[in-house]
Nanobody, 119 residues
Framework: QVQLVESGGDLVQPGGSLRLSCAAS????????MGWYRRAPGKQRELVAR???????NYGDSVKGRFTISRDNAKNTVYLQMNSLKPEDTAVYYC???????WGPGDYWGQGTQVTVSS
C-alpha cells in the first residue's frame, strides 16, 4: 500500500505564495509520475501540474508561469510552489502518485489540503 501525506495548505492573501508538499510512504514500488490536482467548490477536479521521475513537467493552463512543481525522488516527495496566488486558486489540492509495482500499476491519492486565497 502507498500512503500520500500532504501539507502546506493555508489561507493566503491574493498575490501571496504557498508551498505544498506530498510525501509517499511505503516500499517495493517506483513512482513514474507524481502530480497535483485541485477541486474548487462546484467545479470538476482539474490538473494543476505533474512531473515524471525524469523531471518532465506539464501544467494546467491557468497556473502556467505562476506555479512550479518539483520532486525529490530519493524521498518520494513532490512539491508545488505557488506564487502570485489568485482567489480563483482557492480549492482543495490533492496529491496523486502513479505507481509501478512489480506486479502492475497503481493510482493513489492524498486526502487533500485546503488552499484559500482571500483578503
Amino acid at each position: 500500500q502507498v500512503q500520500l501525506v500532504e501539507s502546506g495548505g493555508d489561507l493566503v492573501q491574493p498575490g501571496g505564495s504557498l508551498r505544498l508538499s506530498c510525501a509517499a510512504s511505503g516500499s517495493g514500488f517506483r513512482i513514474p509520475i507524481m502530480g497535483w490536482y485541485r477541486r474548487a467548490p462546484g467545479k470538476q477536479r482539474e490538473l494543476v501540474a505533474r512531473i515524471s521521475s525524469g523531471d518532465t513537467t506539464n501544467y494546467g493552463d491557468s497556473v502556467k508561469g505562476r506555479f512550479t512543481i518539483s520532486r525529490d525522488n530519493a524521498k518520494n516527495t513532490v512539491y508545488l510552489q505557488m506564487n502570485s496566488l489568485k482567489p480563483e486558486d482557492t480549492a482543495v489540492y490533492y496529491c496523486n502518485a502513479q505507481v509501478q509495482w512489480n506486479w502492475g500499476p497503481g493510482d493513489y491519492w492524498g486526502q487533500g489540503t485546503q488552499v484559500t486565497v482571500s483578503s
